[in-house]
């Protein structure tokens, strides 16, 4: 039985029974007053006993409830921290990819100045190759001057045939 109830009985007897008067006092019925405080001896350890349950009902629950929140922070930390990591890979990752491209960069600027270079190198070559061909060249017009007409050729057609034929003259190619 609720103790609760037991002492809204007790209440009752003594508003039930008679007030003595002039006085505080009430007379009530001592056989029913015993049976009501009998009754809540008896309640009293129930009460106590289901008092003693909620408590270790509430205070499981609260355990469940730290370990939940633990649980779900250290979740939520482990998160961040992946998305950390996540982060700071995307950065190595993009940094590592722009090194790349700067290496290329420097790699097809040192390709390209290597070639012009060799480039250079062979026009230079070619260059003193048709010099030397053209002094040769000069040289025989020279001797072919110099000599008597050939073939019915008089020296004033030779001379008109030899000044047509205009010869370059060496260039000079600038080195960077």
Same mark, same amino acid.
């Given at each position: 039985?609720?103790?609760?109830?037991?002492?809204?009985?007790?209440?009752?007897?003594?508003?039930?029974?008679?007030?003595?008067?002039?006085?505080?006092?009430?007379?009530?019925?001592?056989?029913?007053?015993?049976? !009501?405080?009998? %009754?809540?001896?008896?309640?009293?350890? +129930?009460?106590? &006993?289901?008092? *003693? /349950? !909620?408590?270790? %009902?509430?205070?499981?629950?609260?355990? +469940?409830?730290? &370990?939940?929140? *633990? /649980? !779900?922070?250290?979740?939520?930390?482990?998160?961040?921290?992946?998305?950390?990591?996540?982060? *700071?890979?995307?950065?190595?990752?993009?940094?590592?990819?722009?090194?790349?491209?700067?290496?290329?960069?420097q790699e097809a600027a040192r390709i390209t100045s290597e070639a012009d270079e060799?480039?250079?190198?062979?026009?230079?070559?070619?260059?003193?190759?048709?010099?030397?061909?053209?002094?040769?060249?000069?040289?025989?017009?020279?001797?072919?001057?110099?000599?008597?007409?050939?073939?019915?050729?008089?020296?004033?057609?030779?001379?008109?045939?030899?000044?047509?034929?205009?010869?370059?003259?060496?260039?000079?190619?600038?080195?960077?």
């Amino acid at each position: 039985m609720d103790i609760q109830h037991l002492v809204d009985r007790l209440e009752d007897l003594v508003d039930e029974g008679r007030h003595i008067f002039g006085t505080k006092y009430t007379m009530i019925d001592e056989e029913r007053a015993l049976e !009501i405080i009998d %009754q809540m001896r008896i309640s009293i350890p +129930e009460e106590i &006993e289901k008092a *003693a /349950r !909620i408590m270790a %009902q509430r205070d499981r629950i609260l355990a +469940e409830a730290h &370990e939940e929140s *633990a /649980r !779900i922070v250290q979740e939520h930390r482990k998160k961040a921290e992946n998305m950390l990591d996540q982060d *700071a890979t995307v950065h190595a990752a993009q940094a590592r990819a722009e090194s790349i491209r700067e290496q290329a960069r420097q790699e097809a600027a040192r390709i390209t100045s290597e070639a012009d270079e060799y480039v250079m190198q062979l026009l230079s070559m070619l260059e003193q190759h048709l010099v030397r061909n053209l002094g040769e060249v000069r040289g025989g017009i020279t001797v072919l001057q110099q000599q008597k007409p050939i073939n019915n050729l008089t020296k004033e057609s030779q001379a008109r045939n030899l000044q047509a034929v205009e010869l370059p003259q060496p260039v000079e190619i600038e080195q960077d």
